[in-house]
Every structure is written in C-alpha cells, then in structure tokens.
C-alpha cells in the first residue's frame, strides 16, 4: 500500500482497481509530446482569450488535426503565469456557438470572478467577451477551463494551466508542465458527438475516453539531460477519468498538490491524479546519458507509459544533489478549531447500482424513474442538483467540519470552489493530512467515509460539486454559503 508519506485519501491504485472501475482504452504512439506551452501575460492591459473553433493535432503532428474548441487555438490553452499576490486580468471574448465562462480551478478568488454560470454570473453569449481579473494570493499549479456545460466544454478542450509563482521559486534547472486529457474519438479521430450527455455515461463513471494525449499531442518523449533537477508540473484535465501515475527508475518526490506546498515525500505506489487535481513534483535526473524512462498509468490496467523522460546523451549535469528546496513561501490555510466548529454531514448517493429511492428535484421528492427523465441520477443529502438552498450558510471566519459519506457505487472527486479542505478521517481513522495536506478536490472511493475541514474565511456563494463532469451534470453538486 502507500507507504510514503503522501496518501491520496488512502487510496491506491488496487483499491482503486477493486472499486471495479470500468476498464478504459488507451491508445499510445510515439509522437513529441507539446511541453510547456506558454504565454507572457505581460504587465499592461489584459491577456486576451478567445474560446473558439479549433484543430487540435491530437493524433499527432503527422495526421490532420482533430476538431476542438480551444483557448486561443491551441489544448491546452495559453499556459498563464502571474507572480503570488499578482492581478490576473483577462478578457474572455466566446466564438462558440454556445454560452460559456471561466472557472479559475483552485484560486481562493474573490467571488464574483469565479466563473461559475447560475451562481456567480450569467454565461457569456456567442459573440460577447467578458473581463476577469483578480489577485491570485497562493503560489502553485492551477488551471482554469470553462464552467457552463463543462461536461461538454471541458471535453472539448477549454482548459489551460495557471502557474502562480513564488516570489523566489525554488532551484531548479528546468520546469515541465504535463496536462493529461481523455478523449472519446471516432474512428475517423474526430470527438464523438453523439454520446455528449449520454446518461449511460453520467450514471457511471462519466465519459471515458479512448484516446490520451499529454500537452494536447499523444505520448511522446520530454527531453531532459540527466542530474538536472526538475520541477514537474501534472494537471488531470480529463472529464471523468483517473489516472495513476509512477515514474520508471526515479524518486519523484511529490512537493505540492492542489497548489499548496507539502512537505516533500516520495509516494513508493502510483499517485492517483482525480480529474482536476494537480501534482507538483521534484524530480532529480539520475537516469543514464541516452536512457529513455516510462511514466506509467496503470489506473484502470497493468502499467502503461503515457510519456517518456527522454535523456540526451550529455555527461550528467550533477552527480549529487541536495536536499529538495522546500516550494517556496505559501501560507497554509487555517486549521479550524474542532470544538468551535459546525458539523455538517454530506451524503453522496445515486447513479448505477446505486439503489437511490427517491430524491428532491425542482423542490418535489422524485421517484427514480422520472429523476433518470430529467437527467439527475445523483443527489447529495437526498436533492438531485436543485440549487436553491446551500449545504450550509456560515459567516466569514467559521471552522467547518464535513462528514462525507460516498454511498454510492462510483469514485468521486468532490472539488470545493474558494477554498482548501484538510482531511481529518478516512473511514473513521485519523488521516495524516490532517493540517498538512490542503485540496481543493477530495477523491472519494465507493462506500468511503471521509471527514473534511475548512475555515470558510472567503465570503461568498462557492460551488461543491464532483469534478467527474457528467456527475455534475447529473446532480452531484452543491453549494455552500459565507456570508
Ligand atoms: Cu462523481
């Protein structure tokens, strides 16, 4: 099991296995994958971003490209980097044929500029534009995408990276950025368009694809040379899908998650990456001159490589490496005092093989078979995505602590907007992470019981909803309110 110090809500990728998710196809061939794709957001006036039409050469550079919808043209989108404590200004212009916003994944942002359409703003409609712009107060690895139909959108392809950097970054000789993506493709290597809000897939695990890209391109090498350090940067923008990634023949010692700085440990079994979660890792290059090293998924199957640290064959920059840098300077979130703290319980239930009866949809109690009508399959505390009343209202400053029980069939990756959550319990033993660890998104195997705290220091109505899209969709998802 997970003998590191790192524990992804103490689950590993055999229990994982044992969950009896669906097996995924993988398709890999050996194409460059895209690194680090960026653009200076400058200093004066706002980073222009245009959702729009696109192609994507998802099936490699040699093939004609597949047709997306893109920030600024290129999956992911313009790679955005801002200093800590910096003003991030936007102008979000929609050249798609449907409403859209932007959803800032992870930023403790002020409120009205958090992207959320039916809570913080209206979408923004075919052919109008729409300015963000707010301070980004914690260094890490962020990400933002769209936030109106995001099953469909995000599925599409608006996504991209927001890197926060420290005020001084820590050493090292080169920094890469991987966004791993899932993509259900015909046979022709187009998106399959028939099956967006399938509810087959919704009461499942979600739309699963059949085709992996990294940096928006199949697997492919990432040149390194070897005794460099490396700080690595892994984002899980797929819909619905899990991976589980280990690097053949290195120590990657895992420095942050979700953004916020942890103490560095090296997992010793494969780290769980839930849709919308990211990894900060310290790599150190100890492979050979020329050596080629997979980085494996083996979340749904034996281990596969989805890229390759692809060594050139100069003579090793070092042969010694220090101890790793801590990441820097990031302020942890308060731990809420237990005694003071509001007690909230939270039941996840619906979908496949669930056995949900009944559950409140439109503000009447909704048997099963009208509840799959409408397309709400899942509910939370027994109301199948209704937003009228919040799990909780609380005033700015107030420790809360979430009893959540997964008492469904399906993993769920349970993502809080505005805010990180500590782990305190998992299946009623004391977590680690407790205070440690900080998330923005709680990965929830079926039938887990996990308890959660936060401080709500940021007021405002902030969306609670599971990051597997189409369970959104469906009805996992709630708010919470800090007034
Ligand atoms: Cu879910």
Redesign the pocket.
């Known amino acids: 099991m997970d003998g590191g110090g790192i524990r992804l809500m103490g689950v590993t990728r055999r229990t994982f296995l044992r969950a009896g998710a669906a097996a995924g196809i993988l398709a890999a061939s050996g194409c460059r994958a895209r690194v680090d794709a960026r653009t200076d957001p400058g200093r004066s006036g706002p980073i222009r971003i245009e959702a729009a039409p696109a192609k994507a050469p998802l099936l490699g550079p040699a093939e004609q490209g597949t047709d997306v919808w893109a920030y600024n043209g290129t999956v992911a989108g313009p790679a955005l980097r801002v200093k800590r404590g910096a003003e991030l200004a936007v102008r979000l212009e929609n050249r798609l044929t449907q409403g859209t916003s932007i959803h800032w994944h992870g930023i403790r942002i002020d409120n009205a500029m958090d992207g959320v359409v039916g809570m913080t703003q209206d979408a923004v409609a075919p052919g109008d534009g729409f300015d963000y712009r707010f301070t980004c107060p914690d260094a890490g690895t962020y990400w933002y995408h769209s936030h109106n139909r995001s099953w469909e959108q995000v599925a599409r392809g608006l996504y991209g990276v927001l890197i926060v950097e420290e005020e001084e970054p820590p050493a090292v000789d080169r920094e890469i950025t991987l966004v791993l993506d899932d993509w259900r493709l015909d046979e022709a290597g187009a998106i399959h368009e028939a099956s967006f809000g399938a509810l087959h897939d919704w009461a499942h695990q979600?739309r699963i694809g059949n085709w992996i890209t990294v940096n928006g391109a199949p697997p492919g090498d990432i040149a390194i040379r070897a005794g460099e350090r490396i700080r690595l940067r892994v984002l899980n923008a797929a819909t619905a899908r899990i991976f589980a990634l280990a690097i053949a023949g290195h120590e990657a010692r895992v420095a942050a998650i979700d953004g916020f700085a942890c103490p560095p440990s090296a997992p010793t079994d494969s780290l769980l990456f839930a849709p919308g979660q990211r990894v900060d890792y310290l790599l150190d290059a100890t492979g050979e001159p020329g050596g080629r090293y997979a980085l494996l998924d083996d979340a749904y199957s034996d281990a596969r490589p989805i890229s390759f640290l692809a060594y050139s064959d100069e003579p090793p920059k070092r042969t010694q490496f220090d101890a790793p840098p801590p990441l820097g300077e990031t302020r942890p979130p308060t731990m809420p005092d237990p005694a003071e703290a509001l007690r909230v319980d939270m039941v996840m239930e619906g979908g496949a093989m669930g056995g949900m009866g009944q559950a409140m949809l439109n503000g009447e109690m909704t048997g099963p078979r009208d509840l799959a009508q409408a397309g709400r399959v899942?509910a939370v505390n027994g109301v199948a995505g209704d937003l009228d009343k919040p799990l909780f209202s609380v005033p700015r400053g107030r420790g809360v602590r979430i009893a959540m029980v997964n008492d469904t069939a399906?993993?769920?990756?349970m993502h809080l907007h505005g805010h990180h959550v500590t782990l305190l319990t998992l299946d009623g033993a004391p977590s680690p992470e407790a205070g440690t660890i900080w998330r923005d998104g709680v990965l929830m195997m079926p039938r887990q019981q996990a308890e959660i705290a936060l401080v709500a220091d940021n007021p405002g109505k902030w969306f609670f909803h599971?990051h597997?899209l189409g369970?959104q969709a469906a009805g996992?998802r709630t708010w919470i309110e800090v007034t």
């Open positions: 979600g899942w399906w993993p769920h990756v599971c597997m369970h996992m």
